[in-house]
Nanobody, 125 residues
Framework: QLVESGGGSVQAGGSLRLSCAVS????????MGWFRQAPGKEREGVAT???????NYVESVKGRFSISKDNAKNTLYLQMNSLKLEDTAMYYC??????????????????????WGLGTQVTVS
């Protein structure tokens, strides 16, 4: 249903672009979010995007990360610039309730029953 990719190892200050390939018309019908889970920590929302408009970011990534999507390609993106050591984590995408998009993404949760993908690892050194 979805496949995350684009992760890798990068030096601090570098950039990566994550992709989340989804099936069907998910991006046209659902709000989406990127989440990450660092070792020993709980999974947290990082960025959210509405069906038509609206994006939101946790404070720690504002100005560095950008969430976007291409409905024609059925792909969600997360452009990550000026990466920091603390960005090291496994990154996941998921559909989220649209009521969560205006709020702090750290409080975002996936839609009930939404299956997590395998994620893509980002390591900053």
């Amino acid at each position: 249903q979805l496949v995350e990719s684009g992760g890798g190892s990068v030096q601090a200050g570098g950039s990566l672009r994550l992709s989340c390939a989804v099936s069907g018309d998910i991006l046209r019908n659902y709000c989406m979010g990127w989440f990450r889970q660092a070792p020993g920590k709980e999974r947290e929302g990082v960025a959210t995007i509405g069906i038509a408009v609206g994006t939101n970011y946790v404070e720690s990534v504002k100005g560095r990360f950008s969430i976007s999507k291409d409905n024609a390609k059925n792909t969600l993106y997360l452009q990550m610039n000026s990466l920091k050591l603390e960005d090291t984590a496994m990154y996941y995408c998921a559909a989220v309730p649209c009521t969560m998009v205006p709020g702090n993404p750290s409080s975002a949760r996936p839609l009930s029953g939404w299956p997590w993908g395998l994620g893509t690892q980002v390591t900053v050194s």
